[in-house]
């Protein structure tokens, strides 16, 4: 049915946003965590029933093709490979801009994420502070998310 788009498949086969289109804020209710628009894969109702908010959970939040474990990776994913086929795998190169980090609401309240540290419950403003500390601390703009001159001008030569 799905597949040939028929009836009820063919709001199925749109995924999650899909169904919320047709159904609403009720389905949006019952729908899982999602973040660009995929299925988040830890975090509060999520396959990886996981509570305590972060680096990986910022990561789901940050990397710009969606939320999935090899994320931002490591170079220890890419031994005996060449070194240029590296930066293809890293986020720089997909265009992602501030604005497009939208935090679930399944994130937020009692149910939500909770400070790693201190077990309190985080808000949106926490969550939406850690996202802006990240870009500062990597040099790039807070409010634009794209890297500074500076930084531009470091990476002048480099790898990437």
Not at 56 to 80: D, I, W
Not at 148 to 153: A, H
Request: one cysteine or more; proline letters at 7%; a negative charge.
């Amino acid at each position: 049915m799905r597949s040939f788009r028929e009836g009820l498949g063919h709001i199925l086969a749109q995924g999650f946003h899909g169904i919320i289109d047709e159904f609403g804020e009720k389905a949006k209710h019952h729908a899982p965590s999602l973040v660009k628009g995929m299925h988040t894969y830890a975090g509060p109702g999520c396959a990886f029933a996981w509570d305590l908010f972060g680096t990986m959970e910022l990561g789901q939040l940050l990397e710009p093709r969606g939320p999935h474990v090899g994320s931002g990776g490591s170079p220890t994913y890419f031994a005996r490979r060449p070194l240029e086929v590296f930066p293809r795998h890293l986020a720089l190169r997909e265009d992602f801009l501030r604005g497009e980090e939208i935090i679930p609401d399944q994130w937020i309240g009692a149910l939500g994420f909770k400070n790693y540290l201190s077990g309190k419950p985080l808000t949106r403003e926490d969550i939406k502070r850690m996202v802006q500390d990240n870009y500062e601390e990597w040099g790039w703009d807070r409010q634009t998310g794209v890297p500074t001159p500076e930084v531009l001008k470091k990476l002048e030569g480099s790898i990437f």
